[in-house]
């Protein structure tokens, strides 16, 4: 069983970077049954596909957010990163990372991180 | 961006009852549709996907159904512990848009 945990700064300043790291633990990121990917929830309110990597480092953003957004794999450390650059406030949330089974075309997200709450402010 | 809408928004309803959440796309997406079930604090769990295929673990009073645009998740014989949130999901093409979610609670 996959277990994923998220790990960044829980306060951001306004304009600046978000940085989260995903590491995943019981199996190798490196799959072809998985894609990995980051979803948001402001706080109160309801859930954001923010964009998923497959191993190989083919990327699918959100189109609301890909001006601002990187992620990336790290396959040496079992790890994926998600970068937003330029926050507001309205970029405050639960950050969560999941993995994506997607064997038989299907696209599940099966196990999440307990999710990080970040919070831009200055 | 396909549109997912749930309703109700908030479900009241007892322990033992049956109960039923729509959720509508804006377009037709096949079956490509997830139900999560997410309890306060705590990340979402999958409980069924590709509209009416049931997690390995999920019990089997959940059920789901539906295709194109039109698609539905029962719980039959509510518990204690289903008294959370409800999301649909759409697989079908990026972006992977959620519903607003559905609140079950105490009648």
């Known amino acids: 069983q996959l277990h994923l945990q998220e790990s960044g700064p829980g306060l951001v300043k306004p304009s600046e970077t978000l940085s989260l790291t995903c590491t995943v633990s019981g199996g190798s990121i490196i799959s072809s049954s998985f894609y990995w990917g980051w979803i948001r929830q402001p706080p109160g309110k309801g859930l954001e596909w923010i964009g998923n990597i497959y191993y190989s480092g083919s990327t699918q953003y959100n189109p609301s957010l890909k001006s601002r957004l990187t992620i990336e794999v790290d396959t040496y450390n079992n790890q994926f990163s998600l970068k937003l650059t330029s926050v507001t406030a309205a970029d405050t949330a639960l950050y969560y990372c999941?993995?994506?089974?997607?064997?038989?075309?299907?696209?599940?997200?099966?196990?999440w991180g307990p999710g990080t709450l970040v919070t831009v402010s200055s | 961006d396909i549109q997912m809408t749930q309703s109700p928004s908030t479900l009241s309803a007892s322990v033992g009852d049956k109960v039923t959440i729509t959720c509508r796309a804006s377009?037709?997406?096949?079956?490509?549709l997830n139900w999560y079930q997410q309890r306060p604090g705590k990340a979402p769990k999958l409980l069924i996907y590709?509209?009416?295929t049931l997690e390995s673990g999920v019990p089997p009073r959940f059920s789901g159904s539906g295709s194109g645009t039109e698609f539905a998740l029962t719980i039959s014989g509510l518990q204690p512990e289903d008294f959370v949130t409800y999301y649909c999901?759409?697989?079908?093409?990026?972006?992977?848009?959620f519903g607003q979610g559905t609140k079950l609670d105490f009648k």
């Open positions: 999941a993995s994506i089974e997607v064997t038989g075309g299907w696209y599940k997200l099966e196990y």
């Open positions: 377009q037709s997406i096949s079956t490509y």
């Open positions: 999901q759409q697989s079908y093409s990026t972006p992977y848009t």
């Open positions: 590709v509209a009416s």
